[in-house]
């Protein structure tokens, strides 16, 4: 199955010049939606995960059914003001502005082994973002894994020396 036809290119979102990759019409789509969540799960299944993290809120959608797959704990990452109890956050850049992200101060065990599942590595903020949370909070982050990968921003570059699984590059 070829998964990039389940992508949808939405021009010009969320701001003018944008090429965005929608998502919906794959997870809409339940065999491709399982064909890429086992795929995605695939290279990680002998890595002994304990927690698969996703950033807000496309994250969820992937990360979860992975930790599933997994058979490890899901740890969602939220913008700020998101998550109830007590919280670390960090700043970073997106490919079209800031933002910052937040995770609970007690999601991640001091030397669990972390897989970072999102939909998209674009410039690799969100990504580092999340790695920086969860290497203060003492994970080992085993992997990074997603669905789409835009290689013209280079976002891989940024992230070097941690293994990557992309599915899909554009």
Do not use: W
Not at 58 to 81: E, N, Q, S
Not at 108 to 118: A, C, W
């Amino acid at each position: 199955m070829d998964l990039r036809e389940k992508i949808r290119n939405v021009p010009n979102f969320p701001q003018q010049g944008i090429q965005f990759k929608d998502i919906t019409t794959l997870l809409k789509d339940g065999k491709a939606f399982r064909t890429a969540i086992d795929l995605l799960a695939t290279p990680y299944k002998e890595q002994n995960i304990d927690i698969v993290v996703g950033p807000e809120a496309r994250g969820f959608a992937v990360g979860a059914p992975v930790a599933y797959v997994l058979d490890a704990g899901f740890v969602p990452i939220r913008k700020p003001g998101k998550l109830p109890a007590a919280t670390i956050s960090y700043q970073y850049s997106l490919e079209y502005g800031k933002d910052a992200l937040e995770i609970h101060k007690d999601a991640i065990e001091p030397g669990s082994r972390v897989l970072i599942v999102d939909d998209l590595l674009a410039t690799g903020g969100t990504t580092m973002a999340t790695v920086k949370m969860v290497e203060q909070l003492g994970g080992k982050v085993v992997g990074l894994a997603f669905l789409i990968e835009l290689t013209c921003l280079n976002g891989r570059q940024g992230l070097a020396g941690y293994d990557i699984t992309a599915l899909i590059q554009y």
